[in-house]
């Protein structure tokens, strides 16, 4: 009897994570936190005078910022200069369940889903990043993810700038109040009607060295910018 009624209850789970209504709460509570987060950019110097070329180029943020990624991308453009042609942003998301709710989130925030891992359809998504970054859209990635091990950077994200001829702008993002949930890369929840603080450090081009050499730059980048943002927010 309890294993008949097992079945139902597991066959209706899988239906709702394949659903875009599991997707309804999270993005309503990133909405919420949109519009009410007040937010302070700092090192957007670097980000504009890239905007301002036809070029793309490469975000790279950690991976516990990335519920707070969509809305500084939000504020960036928000308080871009009139005039100011907004960019296509990339994200690679996992071919997983998660993946695709993850990405049907971030189109709410303006932001496009490419769908690949290391694993599955690995090639064809680093293509359409490099294809976009050539035709200069932005490729926003997550160097630690996605399973870690925490703040240490592949090497995939340097190669992948390196092929299209771009930088990699290191950036970060803090909130208070906020709260850091247990999972291996302490992800950072903000709260509602928090202050916000988003930093872009300055534009890294992996031209010449080793991908080693540039991921230790670039991880070293990424601490500076997320210890930024952490005293700023609490200042």
Not at 23 to 30: A, I, K, N, Q, V
Not at 47 to 69: I, K, N, S, Y
Not at 136 to 154: F, T
Not at 163 to 184: E, S, Y
């Amino acid at each position: 009897m309890g294993r008949r009624w097992k079945r139902p209850w597991r066959r209706l789970g899988k239906a709702l994570l394949r659903s875009r209504a599991v997707t309804w709460l999270p993005s309503c509570y990133l909405t919420l936190c949109q519009r009410t987060i007040r937010w302070e950019l700092r090192g957007t110097e670097h980000l504009r005078e890239l905007t301002d070329r036809e070029q793309g180029f490469v975000l790279a943020f950690w991976h516990e910022c990335l519920p707070l990624m969509p809305l500084a991308w939000s504020a960036f453009w928000q308080s871009a200069q009139a005039g100011v042609p907004r960019k296509q942003g990339l994200v690679l998301v996992s071919r997983s369940r998660d993946g695709g709710m993850i990405g049907r989130m971030l189109q709410r925030f303006g932001l496009c889903a490419v769908a690949g891992s290391s694993s599955r359809g690995g090639t064809v998504a680093a293509r359409r990043l490099l294809d976009g970054l050539r035709q200069g859209s932005i490729a926003v990635v997550v160097p630690d993810g996605p399973r870690g091990p925490r703040r240490r950077v592949s090497e995939g994200a340097v190669r992948l700038a390196a092929m299209a001829g771009v930088p990699v702008v290191p950036c970060a993002a803090h909130a208070l109040p906020m709260h850091r949930i247990g999972t291996w890369d302490r992800m950072l929840i903000p709260l509602p009607f928090a202050r916000g603080v988003a930093v872009a450090g300055r534009p890294i081009l992996p031209d010449g060295g080793t991908a080693a050499f540039h991921a230790a730059v670039l991880q070293d980048a990424l601490d500076m910018a997320a210890d930024r943002a952490a005293e700023a927010v609490c200042a």
